[in-house]
């Protein structure tokens, strides 16, 4: 008999890798790194890290690390990330780096820092060469004797220690056998370079009085051209380019990083009846600490004493304070206002929500997007072809008798025209900026798959309860009795009310005490099935179901609002039927104007819910949402078939949810939301998480998806166009190789100047509804529930 092997937990790590500098690199360490029997990883050039799945029975830290410094890159292990469940999928969930606060990406930060004050050293000295060298090259009248060997000796050290970091990781490569981008700019500026020492000390541009004029064009010259001015002109604008790319790569994860220093560095503990000052990372879970006014709190926890307003901004985007008593749940890293706080550890650790965001984020960053996996297979044939059409090139030109200079002159022409750089940076330096800027609109997308769903999309089908709905009863209505008045009746129901823990009873108390203070109560008694009873100011008031028929009007009024999906309460005084009070679940402020930003997305919106049709009709109606557009009394698996019939009818459907029972239809969307006071389950099930439970984020995130993604694509646009456009002109002899050096490396910075454009996305709204908190249960709901 076969016995079943037990299964082996994945263990997690993440690895700094330096010396990348195009995705065909980072392609490469993949590639190297998936060979590793028990090894998984995925390796993302933009964050200069790769996230590595391992079988520990198989391969260590150690073997990953050699592995990629032998493939010719340097690796460190990121501190606070190796040796963690990998998350596969289970229950479990795994810390991440980020989740450990700042210290691997810090590691991260350092090493880029190093390598862009490198490449400014670099720069400097090379632009400061490189000026007198172009200005001697292009312009007769400062060519003096023996100019050219004056230009020369200026070139060498632009060459050689200038060019150093691209020559560098060529041999590197070439010693694996591979081709990068930089292969090509190594070949392009070695080939001028090595063309003008010929000239010089075998032809005669070395002779004393030779003078040489800069066109626009290449010119039909003999061997004695040097081109020393191109080779010393690419490499500076290359340096340039890659210094940028450098800095941009960290500005682009500055949200991340952002997000992983929000949170209090230590925190006053009680311990002994006695404040104690501890590091956030000693909390356990049942701690209580102090927080005062104007201090960060440290840790997601439960107020055990005092009242406050917490500022919530900085995770959420919520402008409008909440206020917080004893029992009110609190997030970590949000700000404490004004009063004195006891709050309670609740959570800790990698299950903080600012951890639980920071790895959304990190996930997101990591992973590749379909097009960027389609850019990593053509990076990895390009190259290859680029020095093929370089060598043909050549060869062409002398074949038809054109010279050997102006043949020369156009093959070095492909070779710098054609390294993709941009290509590289098109879509990770988006992907960064989009995802970064989303999180601080507390927009969590999950990953760039999640992009191109956005675009997809053509009918938006929303939950009612807690989505469009509040979730949390309120009292719409008062109809008095004959002889009774409405105010009267609303205060007393509520005073007997207020003594009840049932949410029906509380919606009721909580609309009395809005109007005057309650009066007291006596004698309360709960008779199950029946209702409340209590004596106020001398009245029997009892609260509940009708003991008997109503008058009509009273009887009208319970029945509409039955009708309505709202909750009727008769509140009998002294015996007799003294109102009817309706209770609901009321409409989100926000929801109206949320169905309306999303129908001029183009999405056709649609209400799917549990509750009886009158209800799901008049809630739509509220909205916006047509009538036809409602389906309701849905069981929670009727939710899926739901959405499977609207798939299956042709429609990309994405799905708005909060609930344990949405979970499942967000699975199954094409485009899953769920809102921030969700369940933990529909947030893990969705793709986009609206931290700041407010319908229309759903706009916002709709709209910051398709803008990432539309950069994404104009950046491939660029990033191709030009390479297409300019290798037929240098082909057949019509660019200038210094030129085609400059728009090669002004095509890098355009793509990612462009890319950082999404940092100025703003919200379409002004964010005006309660902040999301956690219950105990792990149930995020609004402040005010």
């Given at each position: 008999m076969?016995?079943?092997?037990?299964?082996?937990?994945?263990?997690q790590?993440?690895?700094?890798?330096t010396g990348?500098?195009?995705?065909s690199c980072s392609?490469r360490?993949?590639r190297?790194l998936n060979k590793?029997?028990?090894?998984?990883?995925s390796v993302?050039?933009?964050?200069e890290s790769?996230?590595?799945?391992?079988d520990?029975?198989k391969?260590?830290p150690?073997k990953?690390?050699e592995?990629?410094?032998?493939?010719g890159?340097?690796?460190f292990?990121?501190?606070?990330?190796?040796?963690?469940?990998?998350?596969?999928?289970?229950?479990?969930d795994?810390?991440?780096?980020?989740?450990?606060g700042?210290?691997a990406?810090?590691?991260?930060?350092?090493a880029?820092?190093?390598e862009?004050?490198?490449?400014?050293?670099r720069?400097i000295?090379?632009?400061?060469?490189?000026v007198?060298i172009?200005?001697?090259?292009?312009?007769?009248?400062?060519?003096?004797?023996?100019?050219?060997?004056?230009?020369?000796t200026m070139?060498?050290?632009v060459?050689?220690?200038?060019?150093?970091?691209?020559?560098r990781a060529?041999?590197?490569?070439?010693?694996h056998?591979?081709?990068?981008?930089?292969t090509?700019?190594t070949?392009?500026t070695?080939?001028?370079?090595?063309?003008?020492?010929?000239?010089?000390?075998?032809?005669n541009?070395?002779m004393?009085?030779?003078?040489?004029e800069?066109?626009?064009?290449?010119?039909?010259s003999?061997?004695?051209?040097?081109?020393l001015e191109?080779?010393?002109v690419?490499?500076s604008?290359?340096?340039l380019?890659r210094?940028?790319?450098?800095k941009?790569?960290g500005?682009?994860s500055?949200?991340?990083?952002?997000?992983?220093d929000?949170?209090?560095?230590?925190?006053a503990?009680i311990r002994?009846?006695?404040?104690?000052?501890v590091p956030v990372?000693?909390?356990?879970?049942?701690d209580?600490?102090?927080v005062?006014?104007g201090?960060?709190i440290a840790?997601?926890?439960?107020?055990?004493?005092?009242t406050?307003?917490?500022?919530?901004?900085m995770l959420?985007?919520?402008?409008?304070p909440?206020?917080?008593?004893?029992?009110?749940?609190?997030?970590?890293?949000?700000?404490?206002?004004?009063?004195r706080l006891?709050v309670?550890?609740?959570?800790?650790?990698?299950?903080?929500?600012?951890?639980?965001?920071?790895r959304l984020?990190?996930d997101?960053?990591a992973?590749?997007?379909?097009?960027?996996r389609?850019?990593?297979?053509?990076?990895?044939?390009?190259?290859?072809?680029?020095?093929?059409?370089?060598?043909?090139?050549?060869?062409?030109?002398?074949?038809?008798?054109?010279?050997?200079?102006?043949?020369?002159?156009a093959?070095?022409?492909v070779?710098i025209?054609a390294?993709?750089?941009a290509?590289?940076?098109?879509?990770p330096?988006?992907?960064?900026?989009?995802t970064?800027r989303g999180?601080?609109?507390?927009?969590?997308?999950?990953?760039?798959e999640?992009?191109?769903?956005t675009k997809k999309v053509?009918?938006?089908?929303?939950?009612?309860?807690?989505?469009?709905?509040?979730?949390?009863?309120s009292?719409?209505g008062?109809t008095?009795?004959?002889?009774f008045?409405?105010?009267?009746?609303?205060a007393?129901?509520?005073?007997?009310?207020?003594?009840?823990e049932h949410?029906i009873?509380?919606a009721?108390a909580?609309?009395?005490?809005?109007?005057?203070?309650l009066?007291?109560v006596?004698g309360?008694?709960?008779?199950?099935?029946?209702g409340?009873t209590?004596?106020?100011?001398?009245?029997?008031v009892?609260?509940?179901?009708?003991?008997?028929?109503?008058?009509?009007?009273?009887?009208?009024a319970?029945t509409?609002?039955q009708?309505?999906g709202?909750?009727p309460v008769?509140?009998?005084?002294?015996?007799?039927?003294?109102?009817?009070?309706?209770v609901?679940d009321?409409?989100k402020?926000?929801s109206?104007?949320a169905?309306?930003?999303?129908?001029?997305l183009g999405?056709?919106?649609?209400l799917?819910t549990g509750?009886?049709?009158g209800?799901a009709?008049?809630?739509?109606?509220?909205?916006?949402?047509?009538?036809?557009?409602v389906?309701?009394e849905v069981?929670?698996?009727d939710?899926?078939s739901?959405v499977?019939q609207?798939?299956n009818?042709?429609?990309?459907?994405?799905?708005?949810?909060?609930?344990v029972?949405d979970a499942?239809?967000?699975?199954?969307?094409?485009?899953g939301?769920?809102?921030?006071?969700?369940?933990?389950?529909?947030?893990?099930?969705?793709?986009?998480?609206?931290?700041?439970?407010?319908?229309?984020?759903?706009v916002?995130?709709?709209?910051?998806?398709?803008r990432?993604?539309?950069?994404?694509k104009g950046?491939?646009?660029w990033?191709f166009?030009?390479?297409?456009?300019?290798i037929?002109v240098?082909?057949?002899?019509?660019?200038?190789?210094?030129?085609?050096?400059?728009?090669?490396?002004?095509?890098?910075v355009?793509?990612?100047?462009?890319?950082?454009r999404l940092?100025?996305?703003?919200?379409?709204?002004?964010?005006?509804?309660p902040?999301p908190?956690?219950?105990?249960a792990?149930?995020?709901?609004?402040?005010?529930?």
């Amino acid at each position: 008999m076969t016995q079943t092997q037990p299964a082996v937990d994945l263990l997690q790590i993440d690895l700094g890798v330096t010396g990348m500098t195009c995705t065909s690199c980072s392609s490469r360490v993949e590639r190297k790194l998936n060979k590793l029997d028990g090894a998984e990883a995925s390796v993302n050039f933009a964050t200069e890290s790769a996230s590595v799945s391992y079988d520990p029975n198989k391969v260590d830290p150690d073997k990953l690390i050699e592995t990629v410094k032998a493939t010719g890159y340097g690796a460190f292990t990121m501190a606070g990330a190796d040796d963690t469940p990998a998350d596969t999928g289970d229950d479990g969930d795994p810390a991440s780096p980020a989740s450990e606060g700042s210290g691997a990406q810090g590691q991260v930060d350092a090493a880029r820092e190093h390598e862009a004050a490198d490449l400014k050293k670099r720069l400097i000295i090379s632009a400061i060469l490189t000026v007198p060298i172009v200005l001697l090259s292009m312009i007769p009248a400062l060519q003096f004797t023996h100019w050219q060997w004056a230009v020369l000796t200026m070139t060498t050290p632009v060459f050689f220690w200038g060019g150093a970091p691209f020559h560098r990781a060529t041999l590197v490569n070439l010693r694996h056998g591979a081709f990068t981008m930089d292969t090509l700019i190594t070949l392009g500026t070695t080939a001028a370079y090595l063309w003008s020492l010929w000239a010089l000390f075998i032809g005669n541009a070395g002779m004393p009085g030779v003078t040489m004029e800069m066109h626009l064009l290449p010119t039909n010259s003999t061997m004695d051209e040097i081109y020393l001015e191109t080779a010393a002109v690419v490499i500076s604008f290359l340096l340039l380019g890659r210094w940028f790319e450098t800095k941009a790569k960290g500005q682009s994860s500055a949200a991340l990083r952002a997000l992983l220093d929000m949170g209090a560095k230590d925190a006053a503990v009680i311990r002994d009846g006695a404040e104690v000052r501890v590091p956030v990372g000693q909390l356990k879970v049942g701690d209580v600490f102090v927080v005062r006014p104007g201090e960060k709190i440290a840790t997601d926890g439960r107020v055990t004493e005092g009242t406050s307003a917490i500022d919530e901004s900085m995770l959420t985007g919520e402008s409008v304070p909440v206020e917080a008593t004893a029992g009110s749940t609190v997030t970590g890293a949000t700000l404490n206002t004004s009063g004195r706080l006891l709050v309670e550890v609740t959570r800790t650790g990698a299950e903080t929500t600012l951890a639980q965001m920071a790895r959304l984020v990190t996930d997101a960053q990591a992973k590749k997007a379909p097009v960027q996996r389609l850019v990593d297979r053509i990076s990895q044939i390009f190259v290859p072809v680029v020095i093929v059409v370089a060598v043909l090139t050549l060869l062409v030109h002398v074949f038809l008798g054109h010279g050997l200079a102006p043949a020369f002159t156009a093959a070095v022409a492909v070779l710098i025209i054609a390294c993709p750089c941009a290509l590289g940076l098109a879509t990770p330096t988006a992907l960064l900026v989009g995802t970064g800027r989303g999180a601080q609109l507390g927009l969590l997308i999950k990953g760039p798959e999640v992009l191109e769903s956005t675009k997809k999309v053509d009918t938006i089908v929303m939950d009612k309860t807690g989505t469009v709905t509040s979730g949390v009863m309120s009292v719409t209505g008062v109809t008095p009795g004959e002889g009774f008045d409405a105010e009267d009746v609303l205060a007393k129901a509520a005073a007997v009310e207020a003594a009840s823990e049932h949410p029906i009873a509380q919606a009721i108390a909580r609309e009395g005490e809005r109007t005057r203070a309650l009066p007291e109560v006596t004698g309360f008694t709960n008779t199950a099935g029946r209702g409340v009873t209590g004596t106020v100011d001398g009245h029997t008031v009892t609260v509940g179901r009708p003991a008997g028929d109503l008058p009509a009007p009273l009887q009208s009024a319970f029945t509409d609002a039955q009708d309505l999906g709202g909750t009727p309460v008769v509140i009998q005084i002294n015996g007799r039927n003294a109102g009817v009070i309706t209770v609901r679940d009321t409409v989100k402020p926000t929801s109206a104007e949320a169905v309306a930003g999303l129908r001029k997305l183009g999405l056709t919106p649609m209400l799917l819910t549990g509750d009886n049709a009158g209800a799901a009709k008049a809630v739509a109606a509220e909205v916006g949402i047509d009538a036809d557009h409602v389906i309701a009394e849905v069981m929670p698996d009727d939710k899926v078939s739901a959405v499977e019939q609207l798939q299956n009818d042709g429609r990309r459907v994405a799905m708005v949810g909060d609930g344990v029972n949405d979970a499942a239809a967000l699975a199954q969307a094409d485009l899953g939301l769920a809102m921030g006071a969700g369940t933990d389950v529909a947030i893990e099930a969705s793709d986009i998480t609206l931290m700041n439970n407010d319908l229309r984020s759903t706009v916002d995130a709709i709209r910051l998806s398709r803008r990432t993604l539309g950069t994404i694509k104009g950046n491939l646009f660029w990033a191709f166009a030009y390479n297409v456009a300019l290798i037929p002109v240098a082909a057949l002899g019509l660019l200038n190789p210094m030129l085609a050096g400059i728009a090669m490396a002004f095509s890098s910075v355009f793509v990612v100047s462009n890319s950082l454009r999404l940092r100025g996305f703003t919200s379409s709204h002004s964010a005006a509804t309660p902040a999301p908190t956690t219950t105990e249960a792990g149930t995020r709901q609004p402040a005010n529930a």
